[in-house]
């Protein structure tokens, strides 16, 4: 049995604004849109709000862009314990982050002992590592 990540939940506040930078600027597409009743998202993630749900495709992944509707959201703070970022594999990073920043995504080059790691960054601030497996 292939194992593999099924789907990444990404917490927002701005959940168009995130639906536009991952089709947009990843070329992710859009799968479906749906409100998550109160009491199941309370028994999920123990908050007592209705929810939208926003499901993009890319390939073989998937992200949930969550939107509780009638809850604030902290911001994630550096140095809190959690996830900290996810990677999304292409085919060529150096060409694929460089066409992302054209279309003005923030992108960080790291380099390390003589080859380079790339992030990218979306409007909310979550961290992807951008790898390529062929290497």
Same mark, same amino acid.
């Given at each position: 049995m292939e194992r593999y990540c099924h789907h990444l939940g990404i917490f927002t506040a701005h959940p168009?604004?995130?639906? *536009? #930078?991952y089709?947009?600027?990843l070329g992710f597409k859009l799968d479906s849109e749906r409100e998550i009743d109160k !009491?199941? #998202? *309370?028994?999920?993630f123990g908050i007592n709000t209705s929810c939208?749900?926003?499901?993009?495709?890319?390939?073989k992944v998937s992200l949930e862009l969550f939107y509780p509707s009638q809850f604030r959201l902290k911001k994630?703070?550096?140095g809190t314990a959690g996830y900290n970022h996810w990677a999304?594999?292409?085919?060529?990073?150096?060409? #694929?982050?460089?066409?992302?920043? !054209?279309?003005?995504?923030?992108?960080? !080059?790291v380099k390390r002992?003589?080859?380079?790691?790339? #992030?990218?960054?979306?409007p909310?601030?979550?961290?992807i590592e951008i790898k390529d497996d062929r290497f």
């Open positions: 168009d604004r995130l639906k *536009r #930078f089709i947009g600027k !009491k199941i #998202f *309370r028994q999920i939208q749900l926003i499901r993009l495709n890319l390939d994630y703070l550096k999304l594999n292409v085919y060529h990073k150096a060409r #694929f982050c460089s066409l992302a920043k !054209k279309k003005g995504v923030r992108v960080i !080059k002992s003589g080859y380079y790691t790339y #992030f990218i960054q979306d909310d601030g979550n961290l």
